[in-house]
């Protein structure tokens, strides 16, 4: 075997071991009946009536990342949301042991990207309080290496 191709297969097997504990501790966080219901409900419409379940509904649809706030304390909130032609444009602050975590320009660039690829969401940024939580050398990583927007 190639030395390629061991890699792509250590990345594959860690890949897929990370997604079965991520569905497990998911799955003992929130019941199967309720991550089903989440998983139907129109992000639009919760997002107007009802920010638990909105969150909620937002957690569910995060795949490894999930687990990592739900197993360490953290989670996300709504700072502003708006409607656009294209879906909701929302801006998210990390919350709880998340504000002081290393890992937490990976978790933004999780966040982002799993909540992006809803159809109902047209764009994720995150609020610049959240650059006051880092110290200089992770906010000058998170803003050149993250992928991600501040507003």
């Not at 709880?96 to 937490?104: K, V, Y």
């Not at 999780?110 to 109902?120: A, H, I, S, T, W």
Request: charged content about 25%; aromatic content about 6%; hydrophobic content about 40%.
């Amino acid at each position: 075997m190639a030395d390629d191709d061991l890699v792509e297969w250590y990345r594959s097997q860690a890949t897929d071991s990370i997604d079965v504990e991520a569905e497990k501790r998911i799955a003992e966080a929130i019941p199967a009946i309720q991550r089903i219901r989440l998983q139907a409900a129109s992000l639009s419409e919760l997002i107007e009536t009802n920010k638990e379940d909105f969150l909620m509904a937002c957690f569910v649809r995060l795949g490894a990342v999930a687990a990592a706030l739900q197993g360490h304390g953290g989670g996300i909130d709504v700072v502003s949301h708006s409607h656009t032609d294209d879906g909701l444009d929302i801006v998210l602050d990390l919350t709880g042991a998340c504000l002081s975590c290393g890992a937490a320009p990976g978790t933004l660039t999780g966040v982002k990207n799993d909540l992006e690829d809803d159809p109902e969401i047209s764009r994720v940024r995150f609020s610049t309080a959240l650059l006051d939580t880092f110290d200089e050398l992770g906010r000058e990583f998170i803003l050149k290496h993250g992928n991600v927007e501040f507003c």
